[in-house]
């Protein structure tokens, strides 16, 4: 089934073909007008609303596949992987490596399944292994403190045992957690026949790396820059202490890259790469102004969450985590500008303006 034709396409350095799979599984083989092998795009099946998330399949003559942010561990995608391995030969050729962008279980998930099947190792960052670690390992933590973290900044106290059960249900999609190499900045990684530099860029998530080849103008981005959705910027407890700010750093950081296409972690492929940037630049500050406006008087992050985005039930416990975590990062994006402050009444944190 072939994808809808986007604008501007016949000018881009990638030439794409469809490999024409099961409704359960799509691939897009991406080749590189000037050479650099194929780049497998591999739309794994997710049970929410975004529908598949991107995995990557890059081949490395003598040597095997590398594959990149295999997906969430579900009945769904272990079938899709299936079909691939077949289509492209994987299990025939082997897989090389596998490399996490970052630690979120649409990317990670996988991982340890596909590393006790090829003995192969996972790379990730040490950052992003930790709080893996704290969200699903078996001394997991941080469940319980992001309802402590809700409730002392005005959620329901019920929202602690709602955090504690939708953050568990995450823990079968996610094991086993892979056995871990670290990924850091300034990494040089060989595959595909090409040089690829690991660009760390936080934000979306703590030790976020995105992977970058100068000769073909090319960036797997992750989940940093996506061509259509706003990525996510949640504030964690005992994490990040200015994740907007780091995102943003992020995203400035990525501008300066001479970057003609880039692979994201949902929707497809895109060219439009610095405009993208500087959307979600703008999106950020026009939210912090948005914000202001909403803190002439006492108001706490709950309550600004329920004006900007909605609470519960009008939204499920997990949309309201991502919701509130970004409400939370964009108040202390403010405060970091020393435009607003925080003080603790009757147990809650309430926020206004200077």
Known sequence: MSIEAQEGE???????KDIDLSDNVKVIGWEHHAGGGIIYQIQV??????RWVNAYALYTEGKGYTIIDPGMRTVEAEQAWAEVYHALDISGQRIEQIILTHYHPDHLGLAGWMQEQHRCPVYLSKVGYDHASRMWGKNRTMSTAMGELFTLH????????QIYGHMESFVAQVTPLPAISWLEEGDQLFFAEGQWQVIETHGHAPGHMALWNAELGTLIAGDHVLPRITPNVS???????????????????????????????????????????????????????????????????YALCASTFGVPPQLSVH???????????????????GLIQEREWDGVRQWQIL
């Open 235 to 301: 504030f964690l407890p005992d994490s990040d202490p200015e994740p907007l700010h780091s995102f943003m750093e992020g995203l400035d950081r990525l501008h300066q890259l001479p970057v003609t296409f880039a692979f994201p972690g949902h929707r497809y492929p895109f060219a439009h790469f610095h405009a993208r940037i500087e959307y979600l630049l703008q999106h950020h500050e026009e939210r912090l102004l948005s914000f202001m406006e909403e803190l002439h008087l006492p108001t706490t992050a």
């Open 45 to 50: 099946p997710v049970p929410n609303a975004l």
């Open 10 to 16: 016949d000018q881009w350095p990638y030439k794409r």
């Open 154 to 161: 005005g959620a329901p106290v019920e929202t602690l045992m």
């Open 319 to 337: 949309e309201f985590r991502f919701a509130m975590g970004e409400t939370l990062a964009h108040l202390i994006e403010l405060r970091r500008r």
